[in-house]
């Protein structure tokens, strides 16, 4: 199993960013999926996760309004599309998924990718 992020990178506040996550050896849309984030000194948090059923998408208050997830089941990508970003969202960004819910997907994802830089910078 693997999932592999890209589309991290340096933008100035109030820019953009989508971030990609390929997964490979498993078929997303069987599993809660999801990205995570983490800033210099502070503990890693749940961003924004999408299950494989019907439930709504879970948004982190502080990106709410901000950021979308989705995901193309024909490439078996997911996607975070940061729209208005602040340097609060400095972190490097990781995709993670579990076989279950986005329950247990927050409370400690199953398989994790190896994370993208994201810098916004002023």
């Known amino acids: 199993v693997q999932l592999v992020e890209s589309g991290g990178g340096l933008v100035p506040i109030g820019g953009s960013l989508r971030l990609s996550c390929v997964a490979s050896?498993?078929?997303?849309?069987?599993?809660?999926i999801g990205w995570f984030r983490q800033a210099p000194g502070k503990e890693r948090e749940g961003v924004s996760c999408?299950?494989?059923?019907?439930?709504?998408?879970f948004y982190a208050e502080s990106v709410k309004d901000r950021f979308t997830i989705s995901r193309d089941v024909a490439k078996n990508t997911v996607y975070l599309e940061m729209n208005d970003l602040k340097p609060e969202d400095t972190a490097v960004y990781y995709c993670?998924?579990?076989?279950?819910?986005?329950?247990?997907?927050?409370?400690?994802?199953?398989?994790w990718g190896q994370g993208t830089q994201v810098t916004v910078s002023s």
């Open positions: 993670a998924a579990d076989p279950f819910s986005i329950t247990t997907l927050l409370a400690g994802p199953t398989y």
């Open positions: 999408i299950s494989s059923g019907d439930d709504s998408p």
């Open positions: 050896e498993f078929t997303l849309d069987d599993y809660a």
